[in-house]
């Protein structure tokens, strides 16, 4: 079973920090642009972050750029999302995302449409 599960989530103060992870199975993932979004109650989910196939080429929205580093391990077909400096507008439902219609992407894509698989989120509440 090709699955996406994401871990690392909670409940922090503004300031403080977190690591998402985001396992992957059922196949080999390091042919493809992985990605990390969120969804805050009533919103519509949103991309954070984005890495290619070989890590060297990463992208993130405005919001969390500084705060925010993706990365992923390929030997352990997992991804990573640190967020230092949490805010409460951080809350949210954080998505991981695999860009399985394209492999080599050199470029991580940051449209929900561009990911076919989608892990089940992890809670991120941010207090302030």
């Known amino acids: 079973q090709v699955q996406l599960v994401e871990s690392g989530g909670g409940l922090v103060q503004a300031g403080d920090s977190l690591r998402l992870s985001c396992a992957a199975s059922?196949?080999?993932?390091?042919?493809?642009?992985m990605g990390w979004f969120r969804q805050a109650p009533g919103k519509e989910r949103a991309f954070v972050a984005g890495i290619s196939w070989t890590g060297g080429s990463t992208y993130y929205a405005d919001s969390v750029k500084g705060r925010f580093t993706i990365s992923r391990d390929n030997a352990k077909n997992t991804v990573y999302l640190q967020m230092n400096s949490l805010k409460p507008e951080d809350t949210a439902v954080y998505y991981c995302a695999a860009d399985l219609s394209r492999r080599f992407r050199s470029y991580p894509p940051i449209a929900t449409t561009d990911y076919p698989l989608w892990g089940q989120g992890t809670q991120v509440t941010v207090s302030s």
């Open positions: 059922g196949r080999t993932f390091g042919d493809y642009a």
